[in-house]
Nanobody, 123 residues
């Protein structure tokens, strides 16, 4: 069984930075692709970024490319999302998810989900 717990959300001003963390309590972390998704108020959950099991491949939505970076530490069973140059439109609940597919970027490819952490970008 995989349990995912996110942390690191909060309130930040436009242009600021936050780093989200997600700890995976399962024993198969190194076999999983990991992803970050978000759901803004009144919108559907959407893909943000993903990383393959080794960390050698990363995928980003165009809206965050160049501002967000996903990376993982397999020794700590943890995946991170470094968010820079934050904008008000980045305000959302951010979810960590895991997949046993090699290059998972679609929500339906993910099996396990965390509870989410709120990110609010506002002055």
């Amino acid at each position: 069984q995989v349990q995912l717990v996110e942390s690191g959300g909060g309130l930040v001003q436009p242009g600021g930075s936050l780093r989200l963390s997600c700890v995976d309590s399962g024993r198969t972390f190194t076999a999983e692709s990991m992803g970050w998704f978000r759901r803004a108020p009144g919108k559907e959950r959407e893909f943000v970024a993903a990383i393959n099991w080794s960390g050698g491949s990363e995928y980003y939505d165009d809206s965050v490319k160049g501002r967000f970076t996903i990376f993982r530490d397999n020794a700590k069973n943890t995946v991170y999302l470094q968010m820079n140059s934050l904008k008000p439109e980045d305000t959302a609940v951010y979810y960590c998810a895991s997949s046993f597919k090699a290059e998972a970027t679609h929500i339906k490819e993910y099996t396990y989900w965390g509870q989410g952490t709120q990110v609010t970008v506002s002055s």
